[in-house]
Each structure stands twice: as C-alpha cells, then as structure tokens.
C-alpha cells in the first residue's frame, strides 16, 4: 500500500530499501547457498532485465520513497553490463544510496572502474580466513583475490563491510582473527547466520548461534554502542574500542529482526519478493517490457508490499537446535537467485 507516495507495509513498516538481483549466475557453490545436487534451471539471459528497465524500475520506486539501492546476485560482477548499470542509476536523483553485494573473486582488478562510475559503497563475502575452510565453504580457490579485493577497495576509497556466514565448526580462534581485522583496518566485518535458503542443502546441523559468537567476540574485545541507530538495520554493530572498525551480528533465526524490516527485492527476471524467507512474488518483467504506464507499475508494487509478511517462521519462534534440528525446509526460496 503506499500512503502519500511512501509504501507501507500491512504492519506499518515503511519499505525504504530496494535489492536488485541483477542475475542467478555465481562462479562460488557456497554450501548456505547453493543445494547438493546442483542448480535449478538457470534463468535465461533474454529474461533478465534489462539496464533500462531497471532503471525505469528504480526511478518509480523512487517515486514511492525508495532512497538505497543494493544490487546483488548471483553475483552481480558478472553482469556485463554492471558499469553501466551502476552509471545510470547513480543518475537516478531519488538514489541516495548505491551499494554492491560481491563474493571479490572478481572485484580487484573492476574497483577503480566502480569507483569512477559512482558506486558508494559494498559487501564483501569472505567467510573463512583460513583458505583451506574456504575453499570448503565456497568451492572456490580464490581466497587470494577475495582477501586481496578487500584491502583494493579500501584503498580506493569504499567503506566495506566484510560478511562471514557463521557455520558450526568455527572456532574461537576464528571469530577473534576476523574481529581483528576491524581494529587494523577500517572495516565493518559482520557475522551472519546460515539461514534455510538453499534448497535441500539446508542444515540446522550447521547452524551456529550468534549469541555464541557475540559472547566470543565481548570476551575478547572491547566493545561501544555504536553511534548510529540500528533502526531498521539488519546487524547489531558496536564500535571497538581502540580499533579503526566495527563489527555486526546479524541473526535471522535465534533473534529475529523482522518488526524492523525496510526491506524489498526483485530478482534477475523482474519478480517483485516482499520477504527474502517466502516464496511469494509479484512480476514486473512483461509490465517493463511492454512499457506499460507507470500506474501499472506502481499498482504490481504496491500488491507486492501489501503481500510483505510480518516475518519469516521465525519471528514468533526463534530457532533453538535442539527443538529445530530436524527441520527441513527443501522448497524454501533460493537465495543466489533472490539476492541477500
């Protein structure tokens, strides 16, 4: 629903923050993310959207208070396209906010580039400082690149928040050597919690609390309260003290933040999803496609919106291994198809 151009969901929550898959493609099989036994079928390039209607896309949710654009995968450095992609809607004037969400393989060499076509800000996966552990995490032996992309974007001038899916098998040595990271360099590094949205290769198995690594993490460093409201912000972030950085917990499952959420996405093929945990979407794609009027295009997204759910199917029962380890969940959403 939108009251005086502003979308609002069921519940009072205004959608400020857009995320655009810009394809399902990803050169990682990270084991959160992807199922065991492969891909689905992949979604045709000829129906992605295209640079145009994306913008067309990005300008009406301006219109509708839309202010931060993220644009995620698959992984978005794949796109072709991405510069200017990033190029045009930096020219969008509602855009306050532009940021990319990237695995790095392929981010080092591309960081000027992204810079000079006015991307503010990124994500960056790196979820094991221990190469060999992420080469079993990601499938990928790129640990090099992704390590080397993050001091890149440093230096060219991009704040970077570094992203670790907490898996079980981390240590305490672990978490501290990451947090480290951010009292040497300027970063915020944030632990995530493996959530079900990778098919049949869902594990509660692997779920590690994130109270557990927030108790390392206090054990070890000391923390403030961070000078900006989380507000609506999915991570908890403290400053350190002493340190250049932060660092961010983000739990999705054993301590929701869903009564916050500002969140909207659309995948690589134009489907509006108001909730990253639910199946439910919206299509775009043929309304952009046919250059329908812009009322129509408004209506689709505010259907999309009034379908937004107060949480996902843990909001009202957080996640407690013992009681939730069998769980299964092999229809759930995929998240290399919907973005993070």
């Known amino acids: 629903m939108a009251q005086d151009n502003i979308l609002v969901d069921p519940f009072g929550r205004r959608v400020s923050n857009l995320r655009i898959s810009l394809t399902d493609l990803c050169n990682f099989r990270c084991v959160y993310c992807m199922p065991p036994e492969g891909l689905p079928s992949v979604v045709p390039a000829s129906s992605y959207l295209t640079r145009q ?101 440093l230096q060219a001038g991009f704040p970077v928040k570094l992203n670790m899916v907490v898996l079980r098998g981390i240590t305490s040595k672990d978490i501290v050597e990451y947090v480290r990271m951010a009292c040497e360099y300027p970063l915020d590094v944030r632990f995530l919690e493996f959530m079900p949205l990778c098919g049949t290769g869902w594990r509660p198995d692997l779920v590690w609390p994130i109270g557990k690594v927030r108790a390392v993490v206090m054990e070890n460093f000391d923390l403030a309260e961070d000078d900006v409201p989380r507000l609506d912000k999915p991570a908890q972030t403290f400053k350190i003290r002493g340190g250049k950085g932060k660092v961010g917990f983000i739990a999705s499952l054993t301590e929701n933040f869903c009564d916050q959420c500002s969140r909207i996405r659309i995948s690589a093929d134009g489907k509006i999803q108001p909730c990253l945990f639910s199946d439910t979407q919206v299509s775009v794609k043929n309304l952009l496609r046919d250059n329908a009027p812009d009322e129509d295009i408004v209506r689709a997204i505010q259907l999309a919106v009034g379908l937004k759910p107060r949480g996902n199917w843990f909001r009202d029962k957080p996640f407690r291994f013992e009681e939730d380890k069998d769980l299964a969940f092999a229809a759930n959403p995929m998240i290399h198809s919907i973005g993070g």
């Open 53 to 153: 209607e994306i913008v067309r896309f990005v300008r009406i949710m301006g219109g509708l208070g839309v202010t931060h654009v993220r644009l995620t995968g698959g992984e978005p450095l794949l796109r072709k396209d991405i510069l200017d992609i990033i190029r045009a809607l930096k020219s969008v004037e509602t855009v306050k906010d532009l940021s990319i969400t990237t695995n790095g393989s392929r981010l080092g060499p591309m960081v000027r580039d992204l810079k000079e076509a006015g991307l503010d800000r990124m994500n960056i996966s790196l979820d094991s400082l221990d190469p060999k552990r992420f080469e079993e995490i990601t499938l990928s032996d790129t640990y090099a690149e992704v390590l080397g992309s993050v001091f890149e974007a």
